[in-house]
């Protein structure tokens, strides 16, 4: 992980408080990913509010937004979150963890003042988890990479939206305290702020996954007859898919930068391993086969930090930065699980224990390479942009 100190373009107020977040995750958070309050799917609420607990005592809760609710930049995000993903708790104690950051960013960016005040004020102070409900089961033909096969419908009645349907994948869902829920109408995408629990959202069972990081783990949900008052729509009916793109690239990019985080992490412990670890008369990390695949996690490692600090860059110039989004998710994901499983590797029987965070993090980040777009979505988003931009070239 590059030192704070060589890292331009950061203020000195971010550079403190991504070191304080360091020193945080290291020294206080860390000791937790032994705590037993976790099951299948993620680390239990009571849990979560315990840790949170720890960072507002630190002055570190939802570090990367200000007292004013302006954000910081970026590149100085960047700085803080690949520090919280240190631990895989690290991002939830500190309140930057996914889907509540990429919700309260775009809450932050297009919610009324009334809307923030009811749902966002309480996300920012983490006092309530959220979840976003998009995604849609295969079976009923609904949307998951292809936004455009939404099947969960709205339709006003009176000063009330209707909402049905199904949605899956739906992180979090068990026990937040906010939901944002896409559904169609006559004049396009829409998008709802709504209170939960709702008696008209129904989880119908969590899903075993091989992650298990996120509270709540990942629902399939039915929604039957939801009112939502109609001034819990964001924006106008229609522009659900406008909005949605406000989200995407930064959410994309935060996904990036703690599992990089972590994986610096499982590098470190690595490193550590092999080079106590003795065979054949010297340390592992002397034999090329071990001490290769560390210098490739090296040079990954590094590539993928510049990857994500360029990202940030457009984005902090004012881009939407959908395409560079895209070349970062598949670069750094794919990286990312190439580091993962060559620690894994050089550990041996000791990289698939849990005795090391190493073993989880290779499960998360495997799953990393399907959300927020699979690689091969990327790619196939990519090269239409680069057929289209033949095609203007052509005049």
């Known amino acids: 992980m590059t030192p704070l100190d060589q890292i331009t373009g950061l203020s000195d107020e971010a550079r403190d408080i991504a070191a304080r977040i360091e020193t945080f995750v290291r020294d206080t958070i860390i000791p937790y990913e032994k705590d037993p309050r976790h099951d299948m799917h993620g680390p239990t609420d009571d849990l979560v509010h315990e840790l949170r607990g720890l960072a507002r005592e630190a002055g570190l809760m939802t570090p990367h937004v200000r007292d004013d609710g302006t954000h910081f930049t970026h590149r100085e995000t960047a700085a803080m979150l690949i520090r919280a993903g240190l631990s895989t708790l690290g991002a939830l104690a500190v309140n930057v963890s996914a889907p509540d950051e990429g919700n309260m960013f775009l809450l932050g960016h297009v919610g009324s003042p009334e809307l923030k005040e009811r749902f966002l004020t309480p996300m920012i102070a983490g006092e309530k988890r959220s979840a976003f409900f998009m995604t849609e089961p295969a079976e009923d033909g609904g949307a998951g990479s292809d936004p455009s096969m939404m099947q969960t419908e709205c339709h006003l009645d009176g000063n009330h939206w209707v909402i049905n349907g199904r949605k899956t994948y739906i992180t979090g869902a068990q026990g937040a305290g906010i939901g944002i829920v896409m559904a169609k109408a006559d004049e396009g995408a829409c998008m709802f702020l709504v209170d939960l629990p709702d008696p008209a959202i129904r989880i119908e069972r969590v899903l075993d996954t091989i992650d298990g990081s996120m509270p709540g783990g990942h629902s399939v949900i039915a929604i039957e007859n939801l009112r939502v008052p109609a001034d819990q729509m964001l924006g106008e009916a229609g522009e659900g898919f406008k909005y949605a793109q406000v989200r995407l690239a930064p959410a994309r990019l935060t996904h990036c930068m703690r599992w990089l985080g972590a994986c610096y992490r499982s590098q470190e412990i690595a490193t550590d391993y092999t080079c106590r670890r003795h065979a054949f008369g010297k340390p592992l990390i002397e034999h090329e086969g071990v001490g290769f695949q560390l210098a ?19 984005l902090d110039r004012g881009s939407r930065g959908t395409t560079e989004s895209s070349m970062a998710k598949v670069a750094v994901s794919e990286a990312l699980m ?12 000791q990289g698939v224990t849990a005795d090391t965070p190493v073993e989880r993090i290779f499960r998360e980040i495997r799953a990393f390479r399907i959300y927020d777009g699979p690689t091969e979505v990327h790619k196939w988003s990519l090269g239409k942009k680069i057929q289209k931009d033949w095609q203007k070239a052509q005049g």
């Open 296 to 314: 490739e996690n090296r040079i990954d490692l590094q590539q993928a930090e510049l990857m994500t600090f360029w990202c940030a860059d457009v």
């Open 338 to 349: 190439r580091v993962a499983d060559r620690c894994v590797q050089v550990m041996g029987g």
